[in-house]
């Protein structure tokens, strides 16, 4: 059964840095092409962060780009968000997404496998 397990949330003070994971099992984890995303209250999920199957690409959205960093390790099956000089603006709950379809970074990669979500709490 296929698991995606995100871990590393917390409460952190603006300014301060958190690394997320997402361990994932059941299904051969370097043939995917993985994202995190975000959901703050009241707004929709938001694309983060993609990264294709060899960690050789990457791609971010504008409000975090140059404060977090994307990785993966295929030998431990877990992909990683850095997230450094966090801003309120960043609270929400984090979700990693794997695409087993299209390992590479698309315009449209299609995430079907989530995780249950880790809450990342950024206070002033």
């Known amino acids: 059964q296929l698991r995606l397990v995100e871990s590393g949330g917390g409460l952190v003070q603006t300014g301060g840095s958190l690394r997320l994971s997402c361990a994932v099992s059941g299904r051969t984890f370097s043939t995917s092409s993985m994202a995190w995303f975000r959901q703050a209250p009241g707004k929709e999920r938001a694309f983060v962060a993609g990264?294709?199957?060899?960690?050789?690409?990457?791609a971010y959205a504008d409000a975090v780009k140059g404060r977090f960093t994307i990785s993966r390790d295929n030998v431990k099956n877990t992909a990683y968000l850095q997230m450094d000089t966090l801003k309120p603006d960043d609270t929400a709950v984090y979700y990693c997404?794997?695409?087993?379809?299209?390992?590479?970074?698309?315009?449209?990669?299609?995430?079907?496998?989530w995780g249950q979500g880790t809450q990342v709490t950024v206070s002033l």
């Open positions: 997404a794997a695409d087993f379809t299209t390992p590479w970074l698309a315009v449209r990669n299609e995430y079907d496998y």
């Open positions: 990264i294709d199957w060899r960690g050789s690409a990457t």
